[in-house]
């Protein structure tokens, strides 16, 4: 019999090398036919991105998921074609409606830092399928598709969250540091890069090695890298298989 210490300790590892499996994107339940094949949990604001590309057609079905900064507040997130930050993002936000407390979700050509109305305002990717609703821990779940142009193969996406709405308009948020940093790209041509690989833990045996650089390059066939590799921290792929086994082994 196995003793559930390594079960434990798999698991573990598993959370600390894993963390776009086990984190907070994965696990969303949408309701039934809403399934996108890439969810992205993005840097700031403990919001995630889920979404589908058809190349084919050059739509993009998304779903977007964060906490308002207030149970009356807004989410928020675009594209932005033209610049990397808020000004010249098209974008989709979702709020309660003024005097009802069902969601809803306007359009925003957002061409810099003004108030912005009660009304949508055209934006550059036609948007179908706009729906909200709300998910667990008083997250917003902003829907839509939307008709991207042409040869579109990444762009830069922004997001937002505010913590109030004043006549159907969101109101402006706050502008902390993960205010004003909440914006990445978003790879839409082939299947989206894996997250960059976890920091490996700075080797504490065996990293004297002046070679180790280039050994960690060295396809793992060879041989006579295994030991570097080993010494440069346990990979991924070793940590997750083993996670398995402890799975597994709990069987
Ligand atoms: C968005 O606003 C900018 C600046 O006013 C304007 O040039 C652009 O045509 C607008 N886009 C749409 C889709 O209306």
Known sequence: ???TMPLHLALLLYLLVSPAAAGACAGEKFPAGKTYETCEDLPKLGASLHWTYDASKNTLSMAFVAAPAASNGWVAWGLNPT?????????LVALKGSGSSALTVKTYNITGYVPLGGASTPIAFPATDLAADAGSGGKIRLYSKLQLHKGMKAV???????????????????????NLASKSKLVLAGKAP?????????PEAGSGGSDSGAASQVAPSAGKSASAAAAAGV???ALLALALVGFLAMV
Do not use: R
């Open 156 to 178: 830069n996406h922004v997001w937002q969250v505010g913590s109030s709405v004043t006549g159907g308009a969101p109101d402006k948020h706050a502008f902390g540091a993960d």
């Open 235 to 237: 990979s991924a792929p």
């Open 1 to 3: 019999m196995a003793s």
């Open 194 to 202: 894996a997250s960059s690989p976890a920091p490996a833990p700075a």
């Open 83 to 91: 610049g990397e930050g808020m000004a010249g993002a098209q974008a």
